[in-house]
Structures are given as structure tokens and as C-alpha cells.
């Protein structure tokens, strides 16, 4: 029987990163249709039928699909040099789950799929769980087909070329309508089950977050003939702006807010760019993200003028704070005995999910509390307790 740990070590080499470290795999890319091709072949060899569904989210149906579907899974996409856990976890272990109840001679009472949500990172599209808003209709379909990844491909063309029949990318309501309640494994991407300890969580809260592109132009010019006095570089506001971002994240409560990606435009080391594009990722609980975001826009927009630069500002996504399904943690809790409830800070599909039907999440140990990075980690005893804690509530869920 393959453990969650023997699955993870079959897809360990794919998509690793060597320039960053980790592993980088995004919507349609190689890796990630390496990895696509992986899960349907061992889904297969469970016996599981599987599906693409109109925008390329992965769904394996143990039996008939059918209403009030227990559904599980993550994604398998991952951030520029990501670590090994993030996604992976959550999809190997349902189906080592499936693997398990099967040795056990359990078949479900009710339609049961293990499903893998495309671009859950926004990795390539910049919009995070694009798959599952797509199929929730909480993205505009015309929006996500225009999306594009930063070579300029369009999601539309990577799509399409991946085998999708684009025409028919968006909401798919009576998909959405079979499923009865959702639930996803993850590896914790923080430190709270190292200081409860815990091997396995329940999810209870996902905080508010979005994510903003800042756009300042100025003056593409020489680094050597352009004196100080006459220039208008985007990188300064863009610098201030960074700056300011810590600040004032600073002076709120509980808030995140982050600045990883920077990208002057054209590069280059003896050019003053004529753009800079930055991106920043906030996170508040509460409804305190947009007001953060406009005291960081404020900041950018004086920095900008001091330069003579111009600013545009995008939201480009947002999610309210989410709660887990009440009824669906109490039962969690009672099949799980003495497991505790985290909050967690990182968005995933469940949270989209949660909006339209009963969702929850469960955590596995990751003794670095480090995520988004080659860094994170899950000891095989504490994946395994996971599997086999999401092996327990499956069971009971689809009986
Ligand atoms: O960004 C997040 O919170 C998630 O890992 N996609
Ligand atoms: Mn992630
Ligand atoms: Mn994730
Ligand atoms: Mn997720």
C-alpha cells in the first residue's frame, strides 16, 4: 500500500528549481502537466474515474459522480521555488486515504472525488485559487482568460494548448451544486501546531487577503548622462513604497503585508527604468485589509509625485475572512478527539469553497513553521497521522 510519504517521494523530483531552490510548478507549465499526468495514472490505479473539468481542475470519482459528494484534495501547483508540502500534501494524502478505506473493504454510501484545483498559488496568472473562483464564478471568466503569466501568454492560449475547450472556461454551477461537503489537508504554513503539540489540526478561520499591483512610471533614461536633477525614476517610489509597507502594516494589529515581487522595466543595470512594477500581498482580519491598502496607496501615490512619476493601482484579487463550516468542525473534532483549531493566515481553495458549501480544512505538523520556501517540512510521522486522521473522517463523512 503506498503511503502519503511513498506518494510524496514519487513526485519529489518533479518540477525542482535549481536556480531558486524548491520547486516551481505552475498552471500548464511542464512540471505541472507532469504532475497532472502522475495523479491520473495513480488515481486510475485506485479505480477512480478522472475528469478535467472546464477549467482544468482535476476531479477522480470513486464511483458515480453524484450529489452530496464527499470531496477532498488541494493542488499540486506551487510559488517560484516553493516547498515540497504545499498542495502535494493535501492530494496524496486523500488519496492514500482512498487506498486505505479500500484495503479495509470500505466503499462510500455516498458520490465520493479526490479533486486537484488548478493555479491555487497564481504562481503563473497572478490570481490565486483560479480554478476553484472559476468554477465558483467568483472570477469573471473573460477577466481569467485574459490573464497573463509574465512572458505574456495569456491563460486563455496556456489553456487551450494544455487541451481545454476555452469557450467553456468559467462557473460551472451544477458541479459546484454536487458537492456535499469539502474538505483539504494541508501542510501548516506557520508554527502553531509546533507550539500546540500537535501532529494534525482543524481548520477553523482563514484571515482577509488580497493582492494589489502598484505601477509607477517615469523616465527611462541613461545611468551614466542623466544627472540626478533631471531624472524621474520609478524606482524610488517604488523603494519608498516598500518601506512604507512595513510601517504601516506595522500599525495594525495582527496584519500582513508583503512585497515579494518587484520588476523594473527594462532591467537593466545602466538603465533608469522607465517602469516598476511592484506587488503587494495584504492580509488583516477583519475589514481592515482595504483601509491598510489605502494608507500603503497614499504613501506610494506622495512618494510618486515627489518624483514626478505617475501610479496606478489594481487590485487584482480579494477574499473576505472565512469561517469553516460550524457543524462540519464539531464533527471533525468529535471523530478526532483531542485536536486542536488554528486560525491560518494562508489562503487556500477550501476558503473559496467555503462560500458556496460546507468546507473545512485539516493541518499537518511542519516543524520549521516555514512555507513558500524549500525550507518547509512534514515528518513522515506526522504525514502519515494526517492521512490516516483524514482516512478516519472520510470514512465517517461518505458512510
Ligand atoms: O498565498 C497563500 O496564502 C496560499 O498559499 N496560496
Ligand atoms: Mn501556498
Ligand atoms: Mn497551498
Ligand atoms: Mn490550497
Keep these: 500500500m503506498n503511503s502519503t510519504t511513498g506518494l510524496l517521494g514519487e513526485i519529489a523530483d518533479v518540477g525542482r528549481d535549481a536556480k531558486r531552490g524548491g520547486y516551481s510548478r505552475h498552471a500548464f507549465d511542464a512540471p505541472e502537466h507532469d504532475l497532472r499526468t502522475w495523479f491520473v495514472e495513480r488515481a486510475q490505479r485506485l479505480g477512480l474515474d478522472v475528469e478535467t473539468d472546464r477549467n482544468g481542475n482535476l476531479w477522480a470519482w470513486w464511483g458515480a459522480p453524484g450529489p452530496d459528494a464527499v470531496v477532498t484534495g488541494s493542488h499540486l501547483d506551487s510559488v517560484p521555488g516553493g516547498g515540497a508540502f504545499d498542495g502535494p500534501l493535501g492530494v496524496t494524502s486523500a488519496l492514500a486515504a482512498v487506498e486505505a478505506l479500500q484495503a479495509k473493504g470500505f466503499r462510500p454510501a455516498k458520490p465520493f472525488a479526490v479533486v486537484v484545483f488548478a493555479e ?131 500599525t495594525r494589529a495582527d496584519a500582513r503585508a508583503t512585497v515579494g515581487r518587484l520588476v523594473p522595466t527594462p532591467g537593466g543595470t545602466n538603465v533608469i527604468a522607465s517602469t516598476v512594477d511592484l506587488w503587494l500581498d495584504a492580509r488583516v482580519p477583519g475589514p481592515v485589509t482595504p483601509e491598510l491598502v489605502e494608507d500603503i496607496s497614499q504613501a506610494a501615490r506622495t512618494a510618486a509625485e515627489a518624483e514626478g512619476c505617475s501610479l496606478t493601482v489594481t487590485r487584482e484579487s480579494y477574499s473576505d475572512d472565512v469561517v469553516f463550516d460550524e457543524k462540519l468542525r464539531r464533527d471533525l473534532g468529535e471523530w478526532l478527539g483531542e485536536v486542536p483549531e488554528l486560525p491560518t493566515g494562508a489562503g487556500h481553495d477550501a476558503a473559496i469553497l467555503a462560500g458556496f458549501v460546507p468546507a473545512g480544512m485539516l493541518y499537518v505538523r511542519n516543524p520549521t513553521g516555514i512555507s513558500h520556501s524549500p525550507e518547509e517540512f512534514a515528518e513522515a510521522a506526522d504525514v502519515e497521522a494526517g492521512a490516516r486522521a483524514l482516512a478516519e473522517v472520510l470514512e465517517r463523512l461518505a458512510a
Aim: charged fraction near 25%.
Design 120 to 250: 491555487e498559488e497564481g504562481g503563473r496568472f497572478g490570481v490565486p485559487c483560479l480554478g476553484s473562483r472559476l468554477m465558483t464564478g467568483t472570477i469573471d471568466a473573460d477577466r481569467a482568460r485574459a490573464l497573463r503569466d509574465p512572458d505574456g501568454v495569456t491563460f486563455w492560449e496556456a489553456a487551450a494548448k494544455s487541451g481545454l475547450d476555452v469557450d467553456r472556461i468559467g462557473a460551472e454551477p451544477e458541479r459546484l451544486g454536487l458537492i456535499g461537503r469539502f474538505l483539504e489537508l494541508h501542510v501548516e504554513q506557520g508554527r502553531g501546531l509546533i507550539d500546540l503539540g500537535s501532529a494534525v489540526a482543524i481548520g477553523s478561520t482563514v484571515i482577509a487577503h488580497g493582492r494589489w499591483r502598484f505601477s509607477f512610471s517615469g523616465q527611462g533614461n541613461h545611468a551614466g548622462a542623466t544627472l540626478i536633477a533631471d531624472r524621474v525614476d520609478p524606482m524610488l517610489p517604488a523603494a519608498e513604497t516598500v518601506v512604507a509597507v512595513r510601517r504601516l502594516a506595522t
